[in-house]
């Protein structure tokens, strides 16, 4: 996102329509209480993790209708001049609340809350939606492939397969904060601190007249960070070979021994564990090999089963797109108004699928951590005001509602932190460092089965008894009518 552009246009036109017509009918006072939420964990996995708050921020803070905003608005026909003479005058004045940036997250349960006049409420849907939904996405996958890698190095590769600027700067950004050791995005490193590193491309090795002479250019070029890509021409009758060469008549003099090769195409098993065999015999011990080539997480993960000798890996298109699932299905869905007196009135949206009816009220979220283990236990969804919960406590089986389980021994979190009062910021945001540091020991906190690829534990999220209540009493009134 560029921060010099202000994105307030970037709504669908429905937004406006109903900001006029709540404007005509005099709602556009009225208090309401939208939660963002998922209903399922892409690529079948078992959390999410939450990434684009620092866009939201900056989103909410520029929001702003200009001269020419309006005058189109006008032009296009059907808004009142009382309305368009509001939008003059139009900022954010309500509250957010928000699950931290990295944070894993499971469906169901609010991951943003917003409390505001109802224009205000409606008007950001469509921008917290497309950023939250995209680097949440983004983030989830990269995790992902960070820990089929186990412990190697993870580069984000994909800018040039991203879908538009904004798809590359922002899944770099979402990327390194999932695990990604960088990027080959240099405005990330630029923008927000993603380090930003790279080799060469197959171009370079065939603009010299020979391979020797382009992985030697490049070692002297470049002496501290030389990795060379040797699978331009024959990986293991020219490439390693003339790296080798390379490394020993250039690097090794001068005492450095930090180098690598990178192959980008073949049988990256049996390539690999040739090419250390070569570089072992060579004395190049400390050479690392790099793997890319439209890598994801099940093939760096059969990779390393066959015992294939990498160090590190390039994940592009399959990243940066999350090709497997592209699309991360975050909703955003009224919760309650305020009525005259202030009082919270909730309100649910009920669906012939079960998956799509709503959960009420204004609420919090807790997730239970074991005092012994430290690991994540459950999460709990309560009313906004009731009491932090204590054990015991008994929760549905997500595998077998039919079932509870008993819950001790634990320490609740709130998870959702104030981020604006009164269109005030409040929060302060996090640097990217910090919050790639954070979403590693969250999920470290997991428990393993919940971080299966296949066939994941489904992580307990539950209903405190006063709001499972209240949801079931709407959905029992509901169905008299």
């Not at 001068?254 to 990178?262: E, L, M, S, V």
């Not at 997480?297 to 592009?316: H, K, M, N, P, T």
């Not at 497997?324 to 007196?341: H, I, M, N």
């Amino acid at each position: 996102m560029n921060n010099c552009v202000n994105y307030t246009m970037l709504c669908d036109f429905y937004e406006l329509t109903m900001a006029n017509g709540y404007f005509q009918t005099g709602m556009c006072g009225q208090i309401c209480y939208f939660d963002i939420f998922f209903r399922s964990v892409p690529d079948g996995g078992g959390f999410a993790i939450a990434a684009g708050l620092e866009q939201v921020i900056q989103y909410i803070q520029q929001l702003r209708f200009g001269e020419e905003d309006i005058a189109y608005l006008r032009k296009k026909g059907g808004f009142s001049e009382e309305f368009l003479t509001y939008l003059g005058d139009f900022r954010f004045t309500g509250d957010i609340w928000a699950m931290p940036e990295g944070t894993p997250i499971f469906p169901g349960e609010p991951i943003l809350t917003v409390r505001a006049p109802a224009i205000e409420a409606q008007f950001i849907e469509t921008f917290l939606l497309l950023t939250l939904n995209h680097q949440s996405l983004i983030a989830t996958k990269s995790n992902r492939i960070v820990r089929a890698a186990q412990g190697r190095p993870v580069s984000e590769f994909g800018s040039r397969r991203a879908q538009g600027a904004d798809g590359a700067l922002l899944g770099a950004r979402a990327s390194y904060i999932a695990g990604c050791a960088g990027t080959a995005c240099t405005l990330a490193d630029l923008r927000y601190g993603a380090p930003a590193g790279g080799t060469m491309a197959h171009s370079w090795v065939q603009m010299f007249p020979d391979e020797y002479t382009a992985f030697v250019t490049y070692c002297k070029l470049y002496p501290h960070s030389a990795t060379l890509l040797v699978d331009t021409y024959n990986v293991l009758k020219s490439g390693v070979p003339n790296a080798i060469r390379a490394f020993q008549e250039v690097l090794l003099p001068q005492g450095i021994t930090n180098c690598a090769i990178r192959l980008d195409s073949g049988d990256l098993t049996y390539l690999s564990c040739k090419a250390r065999e070569m570089l072992d015999a060579a004395g190049l011990t400390e050479c690392r090999i790099v793997a890319s080539n439209s890598l994801d997480e099940y093939i760096i993960r059969d990779l390393l089963l066959q015992g294939a000798r990498l160090d590190s890996f390039g994940v592009g298109e399959r990243l940066i797109t999350s090709k497997s699932e592209p699309v991360f299905g975050g909703v955003y869905k009224l919760a309650a108004v305020e009525d005259a007196q202030g009082n919270i009135v909730p309100k649910i949206k009920i669906s012939e699928n079960p998956a799509k009816i709503t959960t009420p009220h204004f609420k919090k979220v807790y997730r239970l951590f074991s005092r012994q283990s430290g690991k994540a236990l459950a999460d709990l969804l309560t009313l906004h005001d009731e009491p932090l919960p204590q054990g015991p406590l008994e929760l549905f089986d997500p595998d077998a509602t039919w079932k509870r389980k008993l819950f001790d021994g634990f320490e609740a979190k709130s998870l959702l932190v104030p981020i604006f009062q009164s269109g005030q910021l409040v929060y302060r945001t996090p640097a990217l460092d910090q919050i790639r540091t954070y979403c590693a020991a969250q999920v470290n906190a997991l428990w393993d089965e919940v971080k299966r690829f296949e066939n994941p534990h489904t992580y307990y999220v539950d209903l405190s008894q006063k709001l499972w209540d209240i949801k079931h009493g709407l959905l029992k009134e509901q169905g008299k009518k």
